[in-house]
């Protein structure tokens, strides 16, 4: 069995009853570059598809942990909203343990269009929101440290330093308790079942690798804007959901717009700095770009407050 010219096979000599017959590198990821392989299990005489998500110099980068991504989706698979995960590897030869990367269940079906329901996005982001508590939490400053220790000096411009020092000393908006966050909920990563790609209640979601215990606002934020969903609409269709499978709970949607209102300027700041991170590693011309409109977008925020 050849292996692609690219893929290191040996990568996977740790998994147990497994085979490699094949592997091709997926499109479409932004922080780091996966690969669908193909398994063959002697135990059962069953060829299988998964995901190979390495733990690369990008995912290290951008302050992703597979070991936390892992975790989460061994604790969620039963839900039906994830992918279920295969293994952790470790590469026990170094002197001291070290992850490679993880193993998930490939899942068929087609990446959501615009024809996917907005309604149906913020009914699986409420979804989200009803899984168990990471032990881990996004700390927005805190990442937002990290990404600036990543970026080329050349882009650390006095307009940009003066973004950055602004936020850092700003006090981060506490609205909500913190519950499951996915951080990265757009189409791009949801999947359609095959056989009943109209059906939105047998949706799932993949890519869980920012996924952290956070404020529901700052992800349903998140969510509005990469998404570009109107904020009043989208905070309704949450709200109505939420309050449905929370029986005797009340949401208040005016409460819900003001604290996404305020999550938006740090939802584009740590936006801004993840572009500039990008550039850094794949030098594509458009990071830049979204950048620069995202800089602009800020400078006029700041001098408004």
């Not at 600036?148 to 882009?155: A, M």
């Not at 404020?215 to 969903?229: F, H, R, V």
Request: aromatic fraction near 12%; charged fraction near 20%; include cysteine.
């Amino acid at each position: 069995m050849d292996c692609c010219e690219k893929f290191d096979c040996d990568l996977l000599l740790t998994l147990p009853d497994t085979e490699f017959i094949s592997a091709s590198m997926l499109t479409g990821g932004l922080t780091n570059r996966c690969w669908k392989v193909v398994l063959f299990h002697p135990s059962t005489n069953q060829t299988k598809e998964y995901v190979w998500r390495p733990l690369s110099a990008a995912t290290q980068v951008f302050g992703i942990e597979r070991q936390h991504e892992y975790q989460l989706l061994t604790m969620i698979y039963d839900t039906g909203l994830a992918p279920k995960p295969l293994q952790l590897l470790v590469d026990v030869d170094s002197a001291v343990e070290r992850v490679t990367g993880l193993v998930v269940e490939w899942l068929p079906g087609t990446e959501a269009t615009s024809r996917f329901p907005d309604t149906a996005l913020c009914q699986l982001q409420a979804k989200v929101h009803q899984l168990p508590l990471p032990s881990w939490r996004l700390d927005v400053q805190q990442r937002a440290q990290h990404y600036w220790q990543h970026i080329n000096n050349d882009h650390k411009t006095p307009l940009l330093t003066s973004i950055y020092t602004f936020f850092q000393h700003q006090s981060v908006p506490m609205a909500f308790d913190d519950c499951c966050c996915h951080f990265d909920l757009g189409r791009y990563n949801v999947i359609l079942p095959l056989s009943t790609a109209s059906l939105t209640d047998r949706a799932k979601i993949i890519d869980w690798e920012y996924a952290a215990a956070g404020d529901p606002s700052l992800d349903l934020a998140m969510t509005i804007i990469a998404n570009e969903l109107d904020p009043e609409l989208a905070v309704s269709d949450y709200c109505d959901y939420r309050q449905l499978i929370e029986q005797g709970t009340h949401f208040n949607k005016y409460d819900w717009l003001q604290a996404v209102s305020g999550w938006q300027p740090w939802c584009q700041y740590l936006a801004l700095l993840w572009y500039l991170v990008g550039y850094k590693i794949w030098h594509q011309p458009e990071y830049l770009q979204h950048a620069s409109q995202l800089q602009q977008q800020l400078i006029e925020y700041i001098n408004r407050s």
